[in-house]
């Protein structure tokens, strides 16, 4: 073929995807749905062109498009691989891991579900072998939510339910394209009623052995990319050469889920990537895949829909009962999971709430695309398979997805408007009216300021300013009427802005980078929260949110563990790290949040609600000194230096902004400036590199700042170092129970708990001890001590610990006093 034609084709499919997107907008439906048609246009004019006798000119052409070389490796060796890893790129993997349970169903529960739904309906209705029947369930299983997740952004519905399709099409595509390699091996070796036993025994291999293998690839992909710090462009081609390896090493290699791989693989880079890889080169890795994946998702959809004739071409009337059937059960499958299971789910508080309206939507945007037609097209290719197998498969997918796109993808958006999903809220429609009273009054403001400066003619200034005056005046007395939102709802709104606010203050920070892409991933993670909690619950929710932002994790204190009993201090040392810098970081964007309450939120929901978001945010803030001061005391002068590291951060920032401004203005040449950036680049390069953290030393000079340890030798000191055992606790956790025999003494290092005993409750604070009492008077008392703030405490056992009270007379002083205090007679806890 003339390598003319062929780029003259490519090209212009190019131009076709770059009409498409703004014809969609216009034309109000999915992207996918136009990619699509244009692609059956392009593939019956082709067939037309070359068999009709009217004109033989556009013979070559035709010819051109039909004779292009669309296999289904070509989609799936090419178009998949990068679908999927920039899918994976663009993930929030911390916040959907926390939606782990509703994403798994809606994608691996569900595939399974719909492949066996739509196999044996397919099986009970025509004479197909189960084999083949299962390959067509698990072909038209792979769902393309695309659409759906457009709209629903569009219309500012929940972003964790956005998330959670979004989820779902990336874990879809790879358990259903799991299993159509698995029944594929079936249908090709003649095994025309395969147990399900042995088919589904199967399965956990392939998902194995494509996650090791990705992780694998990805690992050494990372090991590569850190030698070449400093060569972004070599990253970059890297992380390209990534997907493909981990795919075919998957499938060629040890026989596993290629791409599982691909995910696998793109995952680990999303979570390790932002912390092994300077800013600038992930940013512009993220920006190419983006784009790349936007190119190809666009050419599948064309290249797949121009093969949509060919396999309609033996089409009988019998097929389309087939169809119907197909179309029923993928319904029905669909309906059983959202209806039911995903009810069941959130009712056992495993999934969220998702309303009846979004579930409908989410059903009906369930559209069919590129992938099964893909996969479908592998089977018609397998001379392996037998024809008349080949045939059916090619046709039922096909109408299958024609349906999707023609029927559910057209009339989408009508569904939604039905549903009142593109409507705002009362609440929300108030509000919208007080933002506009409050806009224009601002702008009024700048306009007359401008107007001034610029000494405009005074007939077109008065002219302007009454129609504007007009307009101004309408929108206020259109607010006035509205004035009726409850304070709980202004509240609410005001913290939903607040934590919108704090996410583009976190972005602005992560572009100046005075925070590092890592910490603002956990920041925005952490603003997300806030606003799904203050949407979902209000006040209550935000503050739950936020105080989850400060509190210990699960990960925390398996690293405690590591390190108290196998003596592992890496991942504590990595995390508390990680704490630190994480806690400097929300210091710093809250500090930015009061001059937002006091201007734009005040002037549009009033003093009263203003007042009550500084008291929120003062809270998080004290928080977030308290944690940070219980750091600084357990792990002296690692503080201080962070705090460095983000003054040589920011003074880089501010000496590249000045290059900048002396290259616009013309007082430095392109050479002089490139060479200022080179350096610049290098001490950046520097100054990134967290500093490492000791737990083992750190501990040590914890021990020695305790004032009840003061009077002990430096021998002892030692000892009691080694002893001791680190704790770390959260907000309302109870180290010491009710009627519970105390078996060990907690000393504070950082936080703080409290006692309550006989109708009585006392705190205690930073260098106190709790449970001397229990262990003294040798029975269990009725006392309960919990810890009220995150917390670290140093455990001793009873046995030493009474060898260090003999030793130390701060320490006997400490118990008569906490005695005292409680009305127990001193010289009884000793005699005993």
């Known amino acids: 073929m003339d390598i003319v034609l062929i780029t003259t084709v490519i090209a212009s499919l190019f131009l076709v995807i770059g009409v498409a997107e703004p014809l969609a907008a216009k034309l109000r439906l999915p992207y996918s749905v136009i990619l699509a048609a244009i692609g059956i246009l392009i593939g019956v004019g082709a067939i037309f062109f070359l068999r009709t006798e009217i004109t033989d000119a556009l013979n070559p052409v035709a010819e051109a498009i039909l004779g292009l070389p669309i296999r289904s490796n070509v989609f799936l060796y090419i178009f998949l691989p990068t679908l999927l890893f920039q899918a994976t790129l663009g993930m929030n993997l911390r916040r959907m891991l926390e939606d782990w349970v509703p994403i798994l169903v809606l994608a691996v529960v569900a595939v399974v579900v719909a492949t066996l739904t739509v196999g044996y309906a397919l099986s009970w209705a025509s004479a197909l072998p189960l084999a083949a029947c299962l390959l067509i369930g698990a072909i038209v299983s792979t769902t393309d939510p695309s659409a759906v997740v457009s709209i629903f952004r569009s219309i500012s519905a929940p972003r964790r339910l956005a998330r959670i399709i979004e989820g779902e099409s990336l874990l879809n595509d790879a358990a259903a394209i799991a299993l159509f390699g698995l029944f594929m091996g079936f249908v090709m070796l003649g095994v025309p009623d395969p147990s399900l036993a042995d088919a589904l025994a199967r399965f956990p291999l392939l998902i194995a052995g494509g996650a090791f293998t990705g992780w694998l690839a990805a690992r050494i992909a990372l090991w590569f990319m850190a030698m070449f710090r400093r060569h972004a462009l070599a990253q970059i081609s890297i992380s390209v050469a990534l997907p493909y390896l981990a795919y075919i090493g998957a499938e060629q290699s040890i026989g596993a889920s290629g791409v599982i791989a691909v995910v696998a693989a793109g995952l680990t880079l999303n979570l390790t990537g932002p912390s092994r890889l300077q800013p600038q080169a992930w940013a512009k890795l993220r920006e190419l895949w983006d784009i790349l994946a936007h190119w190809a998702g666009a050419l599948i959809f064309i290249l797949a829909a121009l093969l949509i004739p060919r396999l309609l071409e033996e089409v009988r009337v019998s097929d389309f009962l087939l169809v119907g059937v197909v179309i029923i059960a993928a319904i029905a499958a669909r309906v059983a999971i959202l209806f039911g299971l995903l009810p069941l789910l959130s009712a056992l508080k495993l999934s969220p709430a998702v309303e009846r309206p979004y579930r409908v939507a989410i059903l009906w945007g369930g559209l069919r695309g590129a992938v099964t037609l893909a996969l479908a097209l592998a089977v018609t290719e397998s001379f392996r398979v037998p024809d008349g197998i080949q045939r059916v498969v090619g046709i039922l997918a096909t109408g299958f997805t024609l349906f999707t796109l023609i029927v559910q993808g057209t009339t989408l958006r009508w569904v939604i408007a039905r549903l009142g999903l593109d409507r705002l809220s009362p609440i929300d429609e108030a509000l919208s009216r007080q933002v506009v009273a409050v806009a224009l009054q601002t702008v009024r403001e700048d306009l007359a300021r401008t107007t001034e400066n610029y000494e405009l003619s005074h007939d077109i200034v008065r002219s302007e300013a009454k129609g504007f005056g007009e307009r101004l005046e309408e929108a206020v007395k259109t607010a006035e009427d509205s004035a009726d939102i409850l304070d709980r709802d202004r509240i609410t709104l005001g913290l939903i802005a607040l934590a919108g606010y704090e996410r583009d203050t976190i972005l602005a920070r992560l572009r100046e980078r005075t925070i590092s892409a890592r910490m603002a991933e956990q920041v925005l993670s952490d603003a997300d929260r806030l606003i799904e909690g203050a949407r979902s619950d209000g006040r209550s929710g935000y503050n739950r949110a936020a105080k989850r932002s400060v509190t210990y994790g699960r990960a925390f204190r398996a690293a405690g563990l590591l390190h108290s009993r196998l003596h592992l201090s890496f991942p504590l040392a990595r995390i508390t790290a990680d704490r630190f810098e994480l806690l400097l970081s929300q210091r710093l964007i809250l500090r930015d949040l009061g001059a937002f309450i006091d201007g734009r939120i005040r002037r549009i929901h009033g003093r009263r609600v203003a007042d009550l978001l500084r008291e929120s945010l003062s809270r998080r803030i004290d928080a977030v000194e ?10 002296p002068g690692y503080a201080e230096e962070l705090e460095r590291r983000f003054i040589r951060r920011t003074a880089l920032r501010l000496e590249e902004r000045e290059y900048a401004t002396m290259r616009e203005d013309g007082l430095i040449g392109a050479e002089v400036y490139t060479k200022l950036v080179e350096d610049l680049d290098l001490r950046r390069a520097a100054a990134e590199e967290r500093p490492q953290l000791d737990i083992a030393l750190q501990r040590s000079e914890l021990v020695r700042q305790f004032p009840l340890f003061a009077a002990l030798d430096e021998p002892d000191l030692k000892r009691l170092t080694r002893v001791l055992k680190t704790r770390y606790v959260n907000a309302g956790d109870i180290i010491i129970g009710k009627d519970s025999i105390a078996k060990s003494v907690f000393f504070i290092a950082s936080g703080a708990a409290e ?48 060898r260090l009270l003999r030793r130390s007379a701060t320490l006997q002083d400490a118990v008569r006093a906490s005695a005292e205090k409680r009305g127990i007679a001193p010289d009884d806890l000793f005699a005993s």
């Open 755 to 802: 006692v309550e005993t006989a109708g009585q409750t006392w705190r205690l604070g930073r260098g106190e001890m709790v449970g001397q009492m229990a262990i003294l008077m040798r029975k269990a008392r009725r006392t309960e001590v919990r810890v009220i703030t995150p917390s670290t405490l140093l455990e001793l056992d009873e046995a030493r610990f009474r």
């Open 626 to 635: 308290t944690a940070l001061d219980g750091l600084r005391l357990q792990y």
